[in-house]
């Protein structure tokens, strides 16, 4: 039986990506669409012929599981009001601005005994996630720089009005991309020893265990012909890059959707959101040295 969910949200990223998936996955039924705004959730459940709901409650009551696509200050409460309902949950990245909020739906999500899966993108891009467990498996490294840089924010991308995005920066929004690749690559991180932003540019300085250090740059205001992921570990003697390339979206989005239904299907073990949680309290202590400087 394909799973009933429930759409959370009804913005760009939900109308773009999570609604078309939802809509046209085989696992998945897809219910309706809550947003803050009774009428966008309606313009957003009409157009995929689903009701929009102004009543969260009674759009829970209906749906096994929900997607979220609000900003992350929006998500834990919601994901926590869900997980209480014994809705399983397809989260979005970063789990929230908080580690104290990102353990309240790692909490929620183990008290209700839901599955939950979290949409940070390279996690499903199965020939990249090999790469990286190669490149951890050939260990251990001295140091890592790592360069991620997007046109996000340039004048006329659909972001250019996303509120959390323009106040929170690089650091939030793609910053959990990198993290997703360093820490599986280099292992958790020790301390976080500095953040720095100018022009645009973010830098951020890890250690890691073992004491590998990492270096990344995060834009969002980056020029097309400076577009572009890549990391470089090094090590005496040795040298790697990985150059990363990722698939067409909504792919990635179908195989989160796919082992989200597994794991509820019990076809596939449950995962948790310790990895989450880690990035969180990175990006957090990233945050608060940023604010300092």
């Given at each position: 039986m394909p799973l009933r969910?429930?759409?959370?949200?009804?913005?760009?990223?939900a109308r773009h990506l999570h609604l078309p998936g939802l809509a046209v996955h085989?696992?998945?039924?897809?219910?309706?669409?809550?947003?803050?705004?009774?009428?966008?959730a309606e313009e957003a459940g009409r157009a995929f012929g689903v009701p929009g709901f102004a009543d969260l409650e009674a759009l829970l009551a209906q749906v096994e599981a929900v997607a979220i696509a609000l900003p992350p200050d929006a998500q834990p409460a919601l994901a926590v009001a869900a997980a209480r309902h014994g809705c399983h949950l397809l989260l979005e990245k970063p789990l929230a601005f908080t580690t104290a909020?990102?353990?309240?739906?790692?909490?929620?999500?183990?008290?209700?005994?839901?599955?939950?899966a979290s949409f940070v993108t390279r996690r499903y891009v199965p020939e990249l996630m090999e790469e990286v467990s190669a490149i951890a498996a050939d260990g251990p490294w001295e140091r890592a720089h790592?360069?991620?840089?997007?046109?996000?924010?340039?004048?006329?991308?659909?972001?250019t009005d996303c509120a959390w995005r323009i106040a929170r920066g690089a650091l939030w929004d793609i910053g959990p991309h990198a993290l997703s690749v360093l820490l599986p690559a280099l292992?958790?991180?020790?301390?976080?020893?500095?953040c720095q932003e100018r022009e645009h540019v973010t830098t951020l300085r890890l250690r890691h265990r073992g004491g590998v250090l990492s270096e990344t740059t995060l834009s969002l205001h980056a020029a097309p012909d400076a577009c572009g992921e890549t990391y470089v570990f090094e090590a005496e003697r040795r040298r790697r890059t990985l150059t990363v390339t990722l698939p067409p979206r909504p792919d990635s989005y179908a195989r989160a959707l796919s082992a989200l239904c597994a794991a509820v299907a019990g076809t596939a073990p449950r995962t948790s959101l310790d990895a989450d949680i880690a990035m969180v309290r990175v990006l957090e202590a990233a945050e608060e040295l940023r604010s300092r400087a």
């Amino acid at each position: 039986m394909p799973l009933r969910f429930g759409m959370l949200g009804c913005g760009y990223w939900a109308r773009h990506l999570h609604l078309p998936g939802l809509a046209v996955h085989p696992g998945v039924t897809l219910v309706g669409v809550w947003g803050r705004r009774a009428e966008a959730a309606e313009e957003a459940g009409r157009a995929f012929g689903v009701p929009g709901f102004a009543d969260l409650e009674a759009l829970l009551a209906q749906v096994e599981a929900v997607a979220i696509a609000l900003p992350p200050d929006a998500q834990p409460a919601l994901a926590v009001a869900a997980a209480r309902h014994g809705c399983h949950l397809l989260l979005e990245k970063p789990l929230a601005f908080t580690t104290a909020d990102a353990r309240a739906v790692a909490e929620a999500v183990e008290r209700a005994g839901v599955a939950q899966a979290s949409f940070v993108t390279r996690r499903y891009v199965p020939e990249l996630m090999e790469e990286v467990s190669a490149i951890a498996a050939d260990g251990p490294w001295e140091r890592a720089h790592g360069h991620l840089h997007s046109g996000a924010l340039l004048p006329g991308t659909p972001y250019t009005d996303c509120a959390w995005r323009i106040a929170r920066g690089a650091l939030w929004d793609i910053g959990p991309h990198a993290l997703s690749v360093l820490l599986p690559a280099l292992g958790p991180v020790e301390a976080v020893l500095d953040c720095q932003e100018r022009e645009h540019v973010t830098t951020l300085r890890l250690r890691h265990r073992g004491g590998v250090l990492s270096e990344t740059t995060l834009s969002l205001h980056a020029a097309p012909d400076a577009c572009g992921e890549t990391y470089v570990f090094e090590a005496e003697r040795r040298r790697r890059t990985l150059t990363v390339t990722l698939p067409p979206r909504p792919d990635s989005y179908a195989r989160a959707l796919s082992a989200l239904c597994a794991a509820v299907a019990g076809t596939a073990p449950r995962t948790s959101l310790d990895a989450d949680i880690a990035m969180v309290r990175v990006l957090e202590a990233a945050e608060e040295l940023r604010s300092r400087a």
